[in-house]
Structure formats: structure tokens, C-alpha cells
């Protein structure tokens, strides 16, 4: 019996010892997501509460120019666009990089590769980096879907796109396209954070 | 014959300057490589070819295999598919990366990630100093004087 209350007081310690690590900031699975003034590549102003397709709610991607991961993504982004944007949930993008650290994530160099993907949803640049900090986002691709609900914006799905980057063809588990599809049947999302492989964001050195 | 021999030599040549071996591994060998040791420290570096900035930190390895040559353990891994293992040997060989490596064969990504370090959301470069039960984890690229501070921070910790 000693033996067992020993054993919990050194579980109770373990847990005190995990908790005083830092916590990972940035947004959960229910969380509350705030709303953000980001310039769109045709140099327009936008925000979640007056993009007029976001009525349900909305795919936030954070996403770049020259990562190969996010070029693997393109035509898949472009294709979540078409299906959800009917749905009420549109792909919004946000490249968030430093393009002092790789020119190809410049503002220019984003206009010119929406064009030439044909890039069907707004293409944002987070200048100040704030909302990919807020967020929580570390790699690109990293989506975020939000729920809207009255004039709040909810986070119900934190993570990747799919599970396999490589080939598209040879996709099981389609994780955002599932967390959608559970939200408009109105149904908890079954997989909420879903991690994988990605670049990391460039952040601006201090 | 002998042509065949002498550019048989010359490759042989080539390759023995710097023996780059990649292993290729699964999620088990990952974890059990990721065993922590009590005595030693061991940097973990996950990487990739295509990886612009893991490409330009590798010379930091190279440079604390051979500063700290019999006291840290490199272990480098390679998060390249596994068609582009030659992508990722031919890197290796530029930066002159002698000691041997890993290629981790699982594209499943979300079966392992959390296993690895449940802080990474899998964006790389991702490190890890690693010392018995401490642990520095750091998602970003690195460089020298920080990686150096970190190592010497463990190899002085008990």
C-alpha cells in the first residue's frame, strides 16, 4: 500500500516537473481564432469577417512560394477551394515568410505564381508575421479550419492536408476534406490535429 | 579492359574519400536510436535535401564531429523519400559528412511525429540535444555558436 501511494506521489511530482515546461503557444481545437487585416495580392485589404464566401467558416492555409512541401499542396489547395468555397468554407492563404530570407516568398513573386497556378482564393502576406504567431503556425503548409459561430471564429481543425505529400493519387486519409465535411453534417471533427512534414517558417531575425 | 579497370579505380577513389553510408530505417529503428543515453550527448538532426536551410547548417555537424569528437554523437536524419536517397547522399558527400546516416522510410507522418517530440509540429530543421533525461529541442536553424552553447551545457550538466 506505502509502495502505491509513493508510486502517485512520484507520478504527481513527473507531472508538477512537465508542467513547468514551456507551453506551446498558438491555437487548439476549440479554440476562439482572431480575425486579421492581411493584404491580398491584388493589393486589397481583407479580413475573415468581410470575405463574403466565408459564411460557414473558412480554410486558413499558411502556405509558400518555395517550399516543396507547399508546391506538392498547390493543385490539392486549389481543388479544397473549388469544393468548399460552394460550401461556405473557402481557402483563405497566407504566406507569413520572411522574404528577406528567401526572395522567391516575396510579394511580387506571390502574385506571379498565383498567376500562373491560377490561384482561385486570396493569396495574403503576413508582413508583420503576427498572425502566424497568433496562430500558432510553424511549417508550410499548416491549415487551420475555422468555424464561424455568430461573429466568432472557432478553430476545429489544426494540421495538414492529407497523408501523403508525395503523391496525391496515393492518398488514404484526406484530413481537412474530412474536418469539413464533419462541420457542415454537423458533427464534432473526428481528427482535429493531424501533424506532418513541412518547411519551417521564416521567421524575421532580430 | 584496362579502361574499365581505371574508371573503376577513379570511382572507387572517389567514393572511399568520403564513405557516405545512408542507412535506411523505419519508425522502430528511429525510436531506438532516440533511446536516451546517460552518459553521452547525442544531437539528433532531422534534414531533407530539399530543405534550403538544413542544407546550409550541416557544416555545424561536421565542425562538432570533429570538436567534439569521442564526447557527441551525431545523428544525422534524413527526411527524404526514399527514391531521393541519392539526392540526399550526393549532399552529404559535398559537405563532407564522413560519419554514417540515417534516412527514415515512413511518409506516414502523423504515426511518428508525436513519438519523436510531441513540441515538433514537423517543420525541419528540427534538433535535439540529448543528454539521459534532458533534453533541448529547437525548431529552427541553427548555428554554430548557438549548437556549441547548447552541447557544452550538457556535456558540463550531472
Redesign the interface.
Known amino acids: 500500500m506505502n509502495k502505491f501511494f509513493i508510486s502517485i506521489a512520484v507520478m504527481c511530482m513527473t507531472c508538477l516537473l512537465w508542467s513547468n515546461k514551456p507551453i ?1 503557444e498558438g491555437y487548439k481545437p476549440g479554440d476562439k481564432a482572431r480575425d486579421f487585416t492581411l493584404k491580398n495580392i491584388d493589393g486589397k485589404m481583407l479580413s475573415l469577417a468581410t470575405f463574403p464566401e466565408a459564411t460557414k467558416g473558412a480554410i486558413v492555409i499558411f502556405t509558400c512560394n ?1 517550399c ?1 512541401f507547399s508546391k506538392m499542396y498547390e493543385d490539392r489547395i486549389i481543388a479544397l477551394d473549388a469544393k468548399y468555397k460552394p460550401k461556405g468554407y473557402p481557402v483563405v492563404a497566407i504566406n507569413p515568410n520572411d522574404p528577406s530570407r ?1 526572395p522567391e516568398d516575396s510579394f511580387e513573386k506571390m502574385i506571379e505564381r498565383a498567376k500562373e497556378k491560377g490561384f482561385t482564393f486570396p493569396y495574403l502576406v503576413d508582413e508583420t508575421q503576427e498572425i502566424a504567431k497568433t496562430y500558432g503556425a ?3 503548409p ?1 491549415v487551420f479550419v475555422l468555424e464561424k459561430k455568430g461573429k466568432d471564429w472557432i478553430v476545429r481543425f489544426v ?2 492536408i492529407d ?4 503523391d496525391a493519387s496515393q492518398v488514404k486519409e484526406r484530413y481537412v476534406e474530412e474536418a469539413v465535411d464533419n462541420l457542415i453534417a454537423g458533427k464534432k471533427v473526428k481528427k482535429a490535429q ?10 524575421k531575425q532580430s | 579492359m584496362k579502361k574499365i579497370l581505371l574508371l573503376l579505380g577513379f570511382f572507387l577513389n572517389g567514393a572511399m574519400l568520403f564513405a557516405q553510408n545512408i542507412q535506411v530505417i523505419r519508425k522502430k529503428e528511429l525510436l531506438e536510436l532516440l533511446k536516451p543515453a546517460e552518459q553521452q550527448v547525442v544531437v539528433y538532426n532531422f534534414w ?1 535535401s ?4 538544413c542544407v546550409k547548417e550541416m557544416p555545424i555537424f561536421k565542425q562538432t564531429a570533429e570538436k567534439f569528437a569521442d564526447k557527441v554523437k551525431i545523428v544525422l536524419i534524413s ?1 527524404d ?1 526514399i527514391e531521393d536517397v541519392e539526392k540526399a547522399k550526393k549532399i552529404l558527400q559535398k559537405k563532407e559528412i564522413s560519419f554514417d546516416t540515417f534516412l527514415l522510410d515512413e ?4 504515426t511518428w ?2 513519438d519523436v517530440e510531441p ?7 528540427m534538433t535535439i540535444i540529448q543528454k539521459g533525461k534532458k533534453r533541448i529541442f529547437i ?3 541553427l548555428t554554430w555558436e548557438q549548437l556549441e552553447k547548447e552541447i557544452h551545457a550538457l556535456l558540463t550538466s550531472k
Not at chain 1, 497523408?163 to 508525395?166: I, M
Not at chain 2, 511518409?107 to 502523423?110: D, I, K, R
Not at chain 2, 513540441?119 to 530543421?125: D, F, K, L, Y
Open positions: 506551446s518555395h516543396p528567401v510553424t511549417n508550410t499548416h494540421g495538414a497523408d501523403n505529400a508525395k493531424v501533424k506532418a512534414i513541412g518547411c519551417t517558417i521564416k521567421w | 531533407a530539399w530543405c534550403a536551410p527526411l523519400f511518409t506516414q507522418y502523423n511525429i508525436d513540441r515538433w509540429q514537423g517543420a525541419i530543421p525548431n529552427q536553424e
